[in-house]
């Protein structure tokens, strides 16, 4: 959202806006130019603040680059390192950096919001305008339905009997800072959370065909329609079920509507209740775990799991891992723990680490004591597809390694995806009986709904996990369950829909 477009009155609409910052954005608009920001500027080299937004540019490398070399703007970067020899005047570090950082912003400028963040802004925005008077029911609708990995504008339907009142009663929300366009069935409107929203109106009787419409995509849609068509019918309906029954279909879930073929056979996809267990999970036992295992335990319990793998990170981690020593003592406490909760198997688990060569943290010996094991890339993201897809490979053939954590590594709107060959990848883990990781974290939602696809497609399962490093952030498990239903998995194709005993190596 372009700020500029906004009145001083809209402005303050906005969430997390008071006095000072819509003072800041007014000059802004009126100028082009904050003078405090100007000041700040004036201590720094020319293009240093625009140079200190590329991701892997530190406050050191930034000032190098304008002081000392002479970049403005990252466009003028972006052209040097477009040439052979643009770049030469960097030290190798820098250099490396510089294009990774150039990769990096440009895998990920078309990225919209992760799904937990726009469902959330979904949500709220429907129970804002479900308080609308004339309003019968809100349900959301479009990309967040469909509960695809990001998304770019909210799209709404809001059943009323009195549409004119209720376009009234919209654009005098607060939750509504402006009306981009309106017709009598539909408003496209900026809300005060700066994201756009889409809200189709219509009536009790025709809310199926409307719902239909606005989850979308345009092709399944356009499918329906035709099949409607030839069928000489119309697509009224109070609810989707029956407008599909009108053209002697089955109910379709939104998730599985990226599919053409209205014939295809109907899976029945994974649902939160379906999941048993969680297979990654954190305690403070890890150098950036929140919580201690005895809280992560007990939470899990209060979510009705059957078991729980506690990965804390292993020792090639140096910063956040577990030296042997530290593993031995947590095996402790885990059996002390287990004690004292018999009614959910804990697993004595390790977030392990890919090497560059495939290498993973401790000995044979030591791998196999463990209950289950995830290894997880963490370190060289930019090497190219035939190493990282080599390297991976080699983890699932280790007969230590359970699941392969959040298999492309990408950071969504910081961090594009790296290259693997994922189906050689589905294929070997497959053969091994290696789940790949289907990770909630809302940073990640890690392998995509599509990439889970081609993974199944392939003969591959998938673990569902929350990556939790605290006791709230075991919700996050929820995101993946999302994202593994429009990746179409049922409850057979996630490990973790599994019973405790067929979980883990069994001793």
């Given at each position: ?174 939750a509504v800072v402006r009306v981009i ?232 709107g910081r961090r594009p995806p790296y ?89």
């Open positions: 959202m372009d700020l500029r477009t906004l009145s001083d009155a809209e402005v303050r609409r906005l969430e997390g806006v008071g006095d000072a910052i819509a003072a800041l954005i007014g000059e802004y608009a009126a100028t082009g130019r904050l003078r405090m920001l100007d000041e700040l500027r004036a201590a720094e080299p020319s293009g240093f603040g625009e140079l200190l937004t590329l991701p892997l540019i530190g406050v050191r490398d930034a000032r190098a680059l304008a002081s000392t070399h002479g970049f403005d703007s990252i466009a003028a970067l972006r052209e040097a390192a477009g040439r052979g020899d643009g770049l030469a005047g960097l030290d190798d570090r820098l250099a490396h950096r510089v294009r990774e950082s150039l990769r990096r912003t440009a895998a990920t400028a078309g990225d919209g919001v992760p799904l937990p963040r726009a469902g959330r802004d979904a949500e709220a925005l429907a129970a804002a305008l479900g308080e609308i008077a004339e309003v019968d029911r809100v349900q959301v609708a479009g990309d967040v339905r469909r509960s695809t990995d990001t998304v770019q504008d909210l799209s709404l339907v809001l059943v009323t009997d009195e549409p004119a009142a209720t376009v009234t009663s919209v654009t005098e929300h607060p366009e309106r017709t009598d069935a539909m408003l496209q409107v900026m809300t005060a959370t700066g994201r756009r929203a889409t809200l189709l109106l219509t009536t009790a009787s025709r809310a199926g065909e409307a719902l239909l419409r606005a989850t979308g995509p345009a092709t399944h849609v356009a499918a329906v329609v035709a099949r409607a068509a030839q069928r000489g019918v119309a697509l009224d309906g109070a609810d989707e079920e029956a407008v599909y029954a009108a053209i002697g279909l089955p109910y379709i879930a939104p998730e599985l509507r990226d599919r053409n073929d209205l014939d295809a056979p109907i899976p029945s996809l994974v649902r939160h209740g379906d999941i048993r267990g969680d297979l990654h999970v954190h305690s403070d036992w890890s150098g950036d775990g929140v919580d201690t295992l005895e809280d992560m335990v007990e939470e899990c319990l209060r979510r009705g799991y059957e078991y729980v793998a506690i990965t804390d990170h292993a020792e090639n981690l140096r910063i956040n891992g577990m030296t042997r020593e530290a593993v031995t003592a947590r095996r402790r406490t885990i059996g002390e723990l287990q004690q004292r909760h018999p009614y959910i198997r804990i697993l004595d688990a390790a977030e392990l680490n890919i090497g560059l060569d495939g290498s993973l943290d401790y000995d044979l010996d030591f791998l196999m004591s463990f209950d289950l094991t995830v290894a997880s890339i963490h370190s060289e993201m930019h090497r190219g597809v035939a190493e990282q897809t080599d390297r991976i490979l080699a983890a699932i053939a280790h007969p230590a390694v359970d699941v392969v954590g959040h298999p492309t590594g990408r950071i969504l290259d693997i060959e994922l189906t050689a990848i589905a294929q070997a883990a497959a053969e091994t009986g290696t789940a790949l990781e289907v990770n909630g974290s809302p940073a990640r939602l890690d392998l995509s709904g599509a990439m889970i696809r081609q993974a199944l497609e392939a003969g591959a399962t998938v673990s569902l996990s929350s990556d939790a490093h605290s006791v709230a952030e075991l919700g996050y498990i929820e995101h993946a369950v999302r994202i593994a239903r429009h990746g179409w998995a049922t409850p057979t194709d996630v490990v973790n829909c599994r019973p405790p005993d067929e979980v883990g190596r069994v001793r």
